[in-house]
């Protein structure tokens, strides 16, 4: 078996509960339930589960949306910090087996920004992740620059996770079907990343890293069409210094999370390079099994494998050592 990295690996905190609930509507009450009692184990199950499919490290992560939902910024930050705290000690516990993403009041990118370094240089976490935008602010505003210039001076990145628009737009109306991670959490997390390619945050920041879950969220399939109809659009006041896919090459990761499927996975390395794609399950909401089982038969030569599975993430997030690859 391959030794891996796991990077789209959730828990929640039994006071996180109220602001989890309010994704239920993306998810089947059944699915829920269950998915809760995973979500908050740190011990046996969930290390099992790792251990069956070896992943030798699970970078952790909040279910989201967590505070960014959360109307007093005061709450959000202070409730961000008690979450990151616990997430630390679970850490601590199992340092071998655990790292983890800090939870961010992206309300307040300064101080997101302060909490993201806390949580790096103090806690020991590789990044943050981030659920998508944050009462009708996206990461390219900006008021977020603080947010990417300090993530980019920590070398940390910042994980994309999709969640909902601010409004149901006219297209979803009366098709609740493609409301979730059906459809519309790809299209609004892929819209989120064109608007930070776009809006020149990576002209600003070229050292920030973002990761992007479910195989790139169909972008590396588009690198071509972006460039040729970015030459069209790209008049006026909107300039880039390069393509749209030189960003996406050299400041965007991608994780298998929830896809286990053979023909986006040769496009992303194909698109983006074998040093780019991250192996992830989804726990719980995805089976760890089904993920692992695919992985280890899909069409990757020996050494795509390993990167894909473990070293990629390693290098990413300078784990290399920390879970070895021994045995
Ligand atoms: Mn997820």
Redesign the pocket.
């Known amino acids: 078996m391959t030794p891996k990295i796991a990077l789209?690996e959730?828990f929640i905190h039994p006071d996180f509960l109220d602001y989890f609930a309010t994704t239920a509507v993306n998810i089947s009450p059944a699915l829920f339930g269950k998915a809760r009692e995973a979500l908050m184990d740190f011990g046996a199950r969930r290390l099992e589960a790792m251990d069956r499919i070896g992943v030798r490290k699970a970078v952790l992560?909040l279910?989201?949306p967590g505070v960014q939902v959360e109307r007093r910024v005061d709450t959000a930050l202070r409730r961000a910090r008690e979450v990151n705290d616990f997430l630390a000690e679970q850490i601590a516990r199992r340092p071998d087996r655990y790292g983890g993403f800090a939870h961010l009041a992206v309300q307040d990118p300064r101080a997101a920004a302060d909490e993201l370094e806390r949580c790096v240089r103090e806690l020991g976490m590789q990044g943050a992740m981030i659920n998508g935008q944050t009462g009708g602010m996206y990461l390219d505003d900006d008021r977020c620059s603080p947010l990417w210039e300090r993530a980019a001076d920590l070398g940390a990145p910042i994980y994309l996770?999709?969640g909902n628009p601010p409004e149901r737009v006219a297209m979803y109306h009366d098709h609740p079907e493609l409301w979730g991670p059906l459809w519309s959490w790809t299209v609004e997390t892929a819209t989120h990343a064109l608007r930070l390619i776009t809006a020149g945050v990576f002209d600003r920041f070229p050292g920030a890293k973002l990761i992007l879950?479910h195989m790139g969220e169909t972008l590396p399939f588009l690198l071509w069409r972006l460039d040729s109809r970015w030459e069209i659009c790209n008049r006026g006041e909107m300039r880039l210094a390069s393509p749209p896919s030189a960003y996406l090459r050299r400041n965007v990761w991608v994780t298998t999370?929830?896809v286990c499927d053979n023909p986006p996975l040769r496009c992303a390395i194909d698109a983006l390079g074998r040093d780019r794609v991250m192996f992830s399950v989804?726990y719980p909401?995805e089976r760890p099994e089904e993920a692992g089982a695919w992985i280890e038969a899909a069409p990757l030569d020996g050494d795509e494998r390993r990167l894909v599975c473990h070293d990629n993430a390693a290098a990413l997030m300078g784990l290399g050592d920390a879970t070895g690859a021994q045995g």
């Open positions: 789209e959730h992560s279910a989201g996770h999709p879950g999370s929830g989804d909401f």
